[in-house]
């Protein structure tokens, strides 16, 4: 066999993964999710090169009646059948409540890739205090809230006002029955 046989070049592909965790998740479920994404990526002569905890963030909308959610970024080299696996792994994790993953490069050569292990190591999330959801009546500014109590000072300015207003208005609508009257008659 001839030398180019022997060192035949493999091919991968560059993929970017970010998966949503629940905002109530603690860091050793979160510390299994990793593992298992990283073990699907290695498992299958894949290489992570970057990862990065991008911590909780407000979702664009609601998924699974959170409106929060922890975003984790995997940055990795593999072949195109990895990605069904890591997704595979996404899926059937109850922490995970959504995923993408996307095509970054079509033609990477697996051997030329260099890892820098400082940037592939997933770090423990922060647990931060899960703040519940306000209901409906709250979101559209429905239900009552408490008020700030005005000064002694401002009470009575406020009233003068209601009067002289209200004596304009009573005076003007007078007016406008006198008027109906005339035309009546």
Same mark, same amino acid.
């Given at each position: 066999?001839?030398?180019?046989?022997?060192?035949?070049?493999?091919?991968?592909?560059?993929?970017?993964?970010?998966?949503?965790?629940?905002?109530t998740v603690?860091?050793?479920?979160?510390?299994?999710?990793?593992?298992?994404?990283?073990?699907?990526?290695?498992?299958?002569?894949?290489?992570?090169?970057?990862?990065?905890?991008?911590?909780?963030?407000?979702?664009?909308y609601k998924?699974?009646?959170?409106?929060?959610?922890?975003?984790?970024?995997?940055?990795?080299?593999?072949?195109?059948?990895?990605?069904?696996?890591?997704?595979?792994?996404?899926?059937?994790?109850?922490?995970?409540?959504?995923?993408?993953?996307?095509?970054?490069?079509?033609?990477?050569?697996?051997?030329?890739?260099?890892?820098?292990?400082?940037?592939?190591?997933?770090? /423990?999330?922060?647990?931060? &205090?899960?703040? =519940? $959801?306000?209901?409906?009546?709250?979101?559209? #500014?429905?239900? *009552?809230?408490?008020? /700030?109590?005005?000064?002694? &000072?401002?009470? =009575? $300015?406020?009233?003068?006002?209601?009067?002289? #207003?209200?004596? *304009?208005?009573?005076g003007a609508?007078?007016?406008?029955?006198?008027?109906?009257?005339?035309?009546?008659?």
């Amino acid at each position: 066999m001839s030398e180019n046989a022997e060192k035949r070049i493999r091919w991968a592909r560059e993929y970017e993964t970010i998966y949503i965790l629940r905002p109530t998740v603690n860091a050793d479920e979160a510390a299994r999710v990793a593992e298992r994404v990283s073990e699907a990526i290695r498992g299958l002569g894949g290489k992570i090169t970057q990862v990065d905890n991008w911590g909780s963030r407000k979702l664009a909308y609601k998924i699974a009646k959170f409106s929060r959610g922890v975003y984790v970024y995997v940055k990795y080299v593999a072949f195109s059948d990895t990605v069904a696996e890591v997704e595979r792994n996404l899926r059937l994790l109850e922490p995970v409540i959504r995923f993408q993953t996307v095509l970054l490069s079509d033609a990477v050569d697996m051997d030329a890739v260099e890892v820098n292990e400082e940037q592939t190591q997933f770090l /423990p999330i922060e647990e931060t &205090e899960f703040e =519940p $959801e306000p209901d409906l009546a709250s979101q559209l #500014g429905l239900a *009552e809230r408490p008020r /700030p109590a005005a000064s002694d &000072e401002e009470k =009575p $300015e406020e009233a003068n006002e209601d009067e002289d #207003g209200a004596d *304009e208005a009573s005076g003007a609508d007078a007016g406008a029955d006198a008027e109906t009257q005339d035309e009546e008659s």
